[in-house]
């Protein structure tokens, strides 16, 4: 199984010790998690939602709890899922009060013949399905209230890029995972770009963007620009040139990223696995949080380029 928690400019020199180690270990309870859900021999699909489960309650990551502002001050949320066996599917969009929108996603998948539902639309299903709806004020913070008031000073004094290490700060969370019976499944949840424009949807919640899966290729979740994710239709991308170009999986994912994203200056990582549990995290930003765990329950995590 791999996790990110995003990618973006995440330098050594700015994050403090204390800060390294809380990414550190909410990265590793979340593998931990999902693993022995994989160990037991449950679903990489149930792995993968339990998994990010955990990133999106907490405050640290740009989904659930920690998601960054919209330029209106409010927080709108995205997430998707998908199964490689079934291709089955389900993604929310654009809603407000729900804590955890990878779970909404899933019952998206399983509970309604849609793939794709968005806004006060998702919310009403979510409440057909038992779905406690949180108020706005449950996903405040204020790390990511300073972001946006720094990020609205900064539009308001007409700076438009934010200095090297103040925006971007991206930390989308996703998972892909692979189960004993041999099903892949991937899942990708996020509060979306910082001063986002009310109603803007970025890859994450988009199936072949910034979640693909299929057993006869590979399962991957991206992280980044997701308009450049979706315009390459990034996830299913790779998938694509793993079954059929014939090239490994480490292959496609760089190509993807490091070529065509990097030509595009689009920015941006992602996670993926192939079915015979091969995995690649390529990214070309300064940092991801990353971390894998193999099949004897080996974990590791990595947040820099090396
Ligand atoms: N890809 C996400 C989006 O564009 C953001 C991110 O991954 O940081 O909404």
């Given at each position: 199984?791999?996790?990110?928690?995003?990618?973006?400019?995440?330098?050594?020199?700015?994050?403090?010790?204390?800060?390294?180690?809380?990414?550190?270990?909410?990265?590793?309870?979340?593998?931990?998690?999902?693993?022995?859900?994989?160990?037991?021999?449950?679903?990489?699909?149930?792995?993968?939602?339990?998994?990010?489960?955990?990133?999106?309650?907490?405050?640290?990551?740009?989904?659930?709890?920690?998601?960054?502002?919209?330029?209106?001050?409010?927080?709108?949320?995205?997430?998707?899922?998908?199964?490689?066996?079934?291709?089955?599917?389900?993604?929310?969009?654009?809603?407000?009060?729900?804590?955890?929108?990878?779970?909404?996603?899933?019952?998206?998948?399983?509970?309604?013949?849609?793939?794709?539902?968005?806004?006060?639309?998702?919310?009403?299903?979510?409440?057909?399905?038992?779905?406690?709806?949180?108020?706005?004020?449950?996903?405040?913070?204020?790390?990511?209230?300073?972001?946006?008031?720094?990020?609205?000073?900064?539009?308001?004094?007409?700076?438009?890029?934010?200095?090297?290490?103040?925006?971007?700060?991206?930390?989308?969370?996703?998972?892909?995972?692979?189960?004993?019976?041999?099903?892949?499944?991937?899942?990708?949840?996020?509060?979306?770009t910082?001063?986002?424009?009310?109603?803007r949807?970025g890859d994450?919640?988009?199936?072949?963007a910034?979640?693909?899966?299929?057993?006869?290729?590979?399962?991957?979740?991206?992280?980044?620009d997701g308009e450049f994710f979706i315009r390459n239709?990034?996830?299913?991308?790779?998938?694509?040139?793993?079954?059929?170009?014939?090239?490994?999986?480490?292959?496609?994912?760089?190509?993807?990223?490091?070529?065509?994203?990097?030509?595009?200056?689009g920015?941006?990582?992602?996670?993926?696995?192939?079915?015979?549990?091969?995995?690649?995290?390529?990214?070309?930003?300064?940092?991801?949080?990353?971390?894998?765990?193999?099949?004897?329950?080996?974990?590791?995590?990595?947040?820099?380029?090396?």
């Open positions: 199984m791999v996790i990110h928690g995003g990618a973006g400019t995440i330098l050594r020199s700015r994050l403090t010790p204390v800060m390294e180690k809380a990414y550190i270990d909410t990265l590793t309870i979340a593998l931990r998690t999902g693993y022995e859900i994989l160990q037991r021999g449950g679903s990489s699909l149930d792995a993968v939602e339990a998994a990010i489960r955990i990133m999106e309650d907490c405050p640290l990551f740009n989904a659930g709890k920690g998601a960054v502002f919209t330029a209106n001050g409010v927080n709108e949320l995205d997430a998707s899922i998908m199964d490689g066996k079934t291709l089955g599917a389900g993604a929310v969009a654009a809603v407000e009060h729900v804590k955890n929108p990878i779970s909404l996603a899933r019952m998206v998948m399983e509970k309604s013949p849609h793939v794709m539902m968005v806004g006060s639309g998702a919310e009403e299903f979510a409440k057909t399905q038992g779905v406690k709806l949180v108020p706005p004020y449950y996903f405040w913070t204020e790390r990511r209230w300073r972001g946006f008031e720094a990020a609205r000073a900064r539009a308001d004094s007409g700076k438009t890029t934010a200095l090297p290490g103040e925006g971007n700060h991206f930390g989308t969370v996703g998972a892909v995972a692979l189960d004993k019976a041999g099903n892949l499944a991937a899942g990708t949840s996020t509060g979306g910082e001063m986002k424009r009310y109603g949807v994450s919640p988009i199936i072949g910034g979640t693909y899966a299929n057993n006869l290729s590979c399962a991957v979740s991206g992280t980044g239709n990034v996830a299913a991308d790779i998938c694509a040139r793993v079954r059929y170009s014939g090239v490994s999986l480490q292959q496609a994912a760089d190509d993807v990223v490091m070529k065509e994203l990097v030509a595009q200056h920015g941006g990582g992602v996670i993926a696995m192939d079915r015979t549990g091969n995995i690649a995290t390529p990214f070309n930003t300064e940092g991801m949080y990353r971390a894998w765990v193999t099949s004897d329950g080996k974990i590791t995590v990595r947040i820099y380029k090396d």
